[in-house]
């Protein structure tokens, strides 16, 4: 099923990337393999966050399937069946440092997307509006970015990334450079706008918490080179929200045996469903299948 079932909006083969970098003893250039064998089918409307040591190859596989890095190594990106090598709408990138443009206003930016895709001047605004409204932004629509605060800016490039209605969203450490508040506030919103939005997610952290809070599977990676050591499903219910998790046994179980595999350790005996094989709530899959 996991091979030839059509259902898989994007779809990972193999990805590798090799980085050449100079050895400072011999000069010569040796190969770094940073990112090997990523291999990944997921489900329309799936949120996925990959979680991994920090450059384990997180921000250089999203960068490869955004189309911003071209691989050199191989592998190949299908989206909804098509391959894919170059940045196109069908992607919404949302990067930690906002990428707002200082010189338009919120509506202008949030329009941005909608220009490039040559939606019609009329109907920009009234489009653009709609999604200013959806991350709670609405009386701010004439503010430039140096007027907003942190966590707004972020809500403004996840309303222009969702305006312009890709069919997957690519966010890298999205949260990191707010602050502890604003970041839970900020995961609830986006749980929230996922909710209404269903879009396809491919989510970057370094937060286990995040990655169990808002993912649907949970992708953990292995350092030098990046490759995917273990996905852990996360069959918490939804709606979900931070007050919610917090009081989740299961969410704390999850949070628990993602830990582990990151650190290399065995999982512990007491803790139950997390750990016991065939648990419910951990389901650990084969990596062929579809997500
Ligand atoms: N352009 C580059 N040239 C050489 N090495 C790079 C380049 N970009 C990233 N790397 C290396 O590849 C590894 C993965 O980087 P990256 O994907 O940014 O990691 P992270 O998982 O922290 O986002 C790191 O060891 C990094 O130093
Ligand atoms: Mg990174």
């Not at 190859?57 to 071209?70: H, N, P």
């Not at 949030?110 to 999604?131: N, Q």
């Not at 800016?153 to 990191?176: G, K, T, W």
């Amino acid at each position: 099923m996991a091979e030839n079932g059509n259902r898989a909006k994007i779809r990972l083969n193999h990805l590798r990337q090799i980085y050449y970098i100079r050895n400072q003893q011999t000069k010569r250039l040796e190969e770094f393999v940073a990112l090997d064998d990523f291999s990944l089918s997921i489900a329309e409307g799936a949120f996925i966050a990959i979680v991994g040591p920090s450059g384990c190859g997180q921000s250089t596989l999203l960068d490869i399937v955004a189309g911003l890095a071209r691989s050199k190594g191989g592998g190949t990106i299908e989206i909804d069946g098509r391959n894919v090598a170059k940045p196109a709408l069908d992607r919404g990138f949302i990067m930690q440092g906002y990428a707002l443009f200082p010189w338009r206003n919120v509506l202008r930016n949030v329009e941005y997307g909608l220009e490039v895709k040559g939606v019609s001047r009329k109907k920009r605004p009234e489009i653009a509006r709609k999604y200013i409204d959806l991350v709670e932004l609405t009386g701010f629509e004439e503010r430039y970015p140096n007027e907003l605060s942190g966590g707004m800016r972020q809500r403004v490039a996840i309303a222009r990334a969702l305006a312009y209605d890709p069919v997957v969203l690519l966010m890298d450490e999205p949260f990191a450079a707010v602050d502890a508040q604003t970041r839970e506030t900020m995961q609830d919103e986006l749980l929230d706008i996922q909710g209404k939005a269903n879009k396809t997610v491919l989510f970057v952290t370094h937060s286990i918490e995040e990655a169990v809070l808002l993912a649907d599977r949970v992708v953990v990676m292995t350092p030098r080179p990046g490759r995917i050591r273990r996905i852990v499903d996360i069959t918490l219910p939804r709606p979900r929200t931070n007050a919610d998790m917090r009081a989740s046994a299961d969410y704390g179980v999850l949070v628990r045996r993602i830990w582990e595999l990151l650190h290399d350790v065995e999982p512990t005996e007491r803790g139950g469903a997390a750990t016991a094989s065939g648990g419910d709530i951990a389901d650990e899959i084969d990596l062929s299948a579809v997500l």
